[in-house]
């Protein structure tokens, strides 16, 4: 069975940094796109950032570029978020996602993806 086990969550002040990480049970992910989402309570799952499987391309939301970067490592068989300058609107559950393939058109689309995390609290107070 596919895991994903996200990592890294907590509670910042407004301004600070943290630092995501998924980890994958199944090597074979290095070959597949994966990306991060996040919902906030009472709104949609929404779009964070993607990343192709050999980390070559990346994408990002609007409301989060320049702040975050998304990252790899095949070797590892991880993937993380590094989250800075964070606003409080940046409260949510962050979920790690991979697809099934290793480029996917539309990476800001969550049925792109099969394979989802139990979700991590991010919580930035101002």
């Known amino acids: 069975q596919v895991q994903l086990v996200e990592s890294g969550g907590g509670l910042v002040q407004a301004g600070g940094s943290l630092r995501l990480s998924c980890a994958a049970s199944v090597r074979t992910f290095k070959y597949n796109a994966m990306g991060w989402f996040r919902q906030a309570p009472g709104k949609e799952r929404e779009f964070v950032a993607g990343i192709s499987w050999n980390g070559g391309t990346t994408y990002y939301s609007d409301s989060v570029k320049g702040r975050f970067i998304i990252s790899r490592d095949n070797v590892e068989n991880t993937m993380s978020l590094q989250m800075n300058s964070l606003k409080p609107e940046d409260t949510a559950t962050y979920y790690c996602?991979?697809?099934?393939?290793?480029?996917?058109?539309?990476?800001?689309?969550?049925?792109?993806?099969?394979?989802w995390g139990q979700g991590a609290q991010v919580t930035v107070s101002s």
């Open positions: 996602a991979a697809s099934g393939k290793a480029v996917i058109p539309t990476p800001w689309d969550p049925v792109e993806y099969f394979y």
